[in-house]
């Protein structure tokens, strides 16, 4: 079986089989910083990485947080970064979202097996299985478009369908979906509807209340939760591209919206002004420790935690105590990456004693992942 996936999945996805097979890919920062300066350098005479990319991994690569970042991390940077350069910001979703989708979104993967003996009770054309997708051999497409519509299924079988009589799936990016109700349906998005519906069940908003995401990947989830809630703030706390994937993504679907780009600010008095009055704004995770105390309502970190070291998660949870007053974390039952000696699960997350529960359980989609949330 082994040799048999090997000679028919193309290389970017042997990654995610490896992946799951346990042996995760990894590179030291010295080997990405090489690794960076002389890809940047054999690019400077072309258009083909944007400035604003440029300027974040450079400020990246300056940083702490590179210096402590999980060789998986690293390693993910740099074939993002290869991915994005190669296919252009405008593919993201056929390149580097369907990677990250790949083994979440086939009819093997685990995580969606509790809903795949569902009744379908959806009015659909099943034509629609068959679409194919850019990037995708026909058997990926497939396999996209089932593992849609038994999501779809299972959302709408739960009561959440009224949540996509305002989202659909933006066309930046060329996603990969299906159509239900004349509407764009993709994996992301549909993920991103359990999560805020998981928020919205359990924290209380109020007016202007100011989310701040780490690790936030395209920005599906601001997208979601700004969808469904007029009235409120987030800010983004990543690193690049992920975070000049968001910021580009979340500029053109929220392009009404006043926005603070990324920028080197090392005070946040010097962009105070602009920090309160933006309703999204994008920072560093060496910014996050210049926010003032409590100046979050609510943290939320969905599946990125896994894959961090375990004195970066410390440190995380150590600023979300600081900032903000709930934490919402979606992360793996079992971490599997092996980013230190001792792996994290459901039970073993720093939670501080002056903490209340409000939320901690398994979830059954995705299968193998556990929701959180904590009020300080």
Not at 203 to 216: D, Q, S, T
Not at 325 to 339: G, I, P, R
Request: net charge neutral.
């Amino acid at each position: 079986m082994k040799n048999f996936l090997k000679s028919i999945l193309p290389p970017v996805l042997l990654d995610i089989y490896r992946k799951l097979r346990g042996n995760v890919l990894k590179i030291s920062p010295k080997e990405f910083k090489v690794w960076w300066f002389k890809y940047s350098s054999s690019h400077t005479n072309s258009n083909d990485i944007s400035q604003e990319l440029t300027d974040m991994i450079n400020y990246f690569i300056e940083t702490k947080t590179f210096i402590n970042a999980s060789g998986f991390w690293l390693y993910l940077c740099k074939t993002h970064i290869k991915l994005l350069v190669d296919n252009g910001i405008e593919n993201y979703k056929q390149t580097i979202e369907k990677k990250h989708y790949w083994g979440e979104a086939s009819l093997d993967s685990r995580l969606i097996k509790p809903i795949i003996n569902d009744k379908i009770s959806l009015d659909i054309d099943t034509q629609m299985i068959f679409k194919s997708h850019d990037n995708c051999s026909i058997n990926e497409s497939i396999g996209h478009n089932i593992s849609n519509v038994f999501l779809l299924n299972y959302i709408v079988n739960n009561k959440l369908g009224n949540y996509l009589d305002f989202m659909e799936e933006s066309t930046f990016g060329n996603p990969i979906t299906i159509n239900y109700n004349n509407k764009r349906i993709s994996f992301a998005l549909l993920n991103s509807i359990l999560e805020v519906d998981v928020v919205l069940k359990n924290i209380e908003l109020k007016e202007g209340h100011r989310f701040l995401e780490l690790g936030a990947g395209s920005g599906r989830t601001c997208i979601a939760m700004c969808k469904t809630k007029k009235n409120i703030k987030y800010i983004i706390c990543d690193i690049p591209p992920a975070l000049y994937i968001s910021q580009e993504n979340l500029s053109k679907e929220f392009s009404e919206k006043k926005i603070f780009k990324f920028q080197n600010f090392k005070s946040f008095s010097d962009v105070r002004d602009d920090m309160i009055s933006a309703e999204i704004a994008f920072i560093s995770p060496e910014q996050l420790q210049l926010i003032p105390d409590k100046f979050i309502d609510t943290s939320i970190a969905i599946d990125c935690l896994h894959e961090m070291t375990n004195e970066t998660v410390v440190g995380y949870f150590e600023q979300f105590n600081r900032i903000s007053d709930t934490l919402y974390f979606k992360s793996q039952v079992k971490q599997w990456a092996d980013t230190s000696h001792k792996s994290l699960d459901i039970d073993t997350y720093p939670i501080r004693d002056n903490w209340t529960k409000v939320l901690h359980e398994q979830s059954i989609v995705p299968n193998d992942y556990f929701n959180a949330i904590y009020k300080m």
